[in-house]
């Protein structure tokens, strides 16, 4: 028999004294980090958000990711059961050095963003050569 996995949106910590201006649960979507010689993509899931609803904001060395979710209304049948939790999505992360701020791009396709970091010319690996003496 086959083994079940319940997956469950997980709520963002909610920081000391922040107040949120929208009255929505927020959720931290999930991501996936994958690294390469090049830099950083970050693959975060965000079902209901698109170019417009995201914003990315990057200060100092804190990276955020928002995105609002507005709820699809439908005049034509009534909702009778709602498993799954709407609300906006928030995430930060803290950069390193190494990322070339300048070159970071963002995209979003079907709720799903992905941001390339770019590693700055001076923190990719190169090949030194030797010369004989």
């Keep these: 028999m086959e083994a079940v996995k319940e997956i469950q949106k997980k709520e963002a910590d909610s920081k000391e004294g ?8 927020l959720y931290a979507p999930p991501v996936d980090i994958i690294e390469d010689e090049k830099g ?4 975060a ?3 209901g958000v698109n170019e417009g609803s995201v914003e990315i904001t990057l200060e100092k060395n804190i990276l955020t990711i928002y995105g609002a979710v507005e709820p699809e209304v439908h005049d034509s049948y009534r909702l009778v059961s709602a498993e799954y939790g709407l609300g906006d999505y928030q995430r930060t992360f803290t950069l ?3 990322i070339d701020r300048d070159k970071i791009l ?6 799903v963003l992905r941001l390339v970091l770019p590693k700055s010319e ?3 690996t190169r090949k030194i050569p030797v010369k004989a003496e």
């Design 40 to 43: 950083l993509t970050l693959i």
């Design 45 to 47: 899931d965000m079902p």
């Design 96 to 98: 390193s050095d190494e």
């Design 122 to 124: 001076s923190a990719k």
């Design 18 to 25: 922040i107040e949120r201006t929208r009255a929505k649960k």
């Design 106 to 111: 963002a995209t979003v396709k079907n709720g």
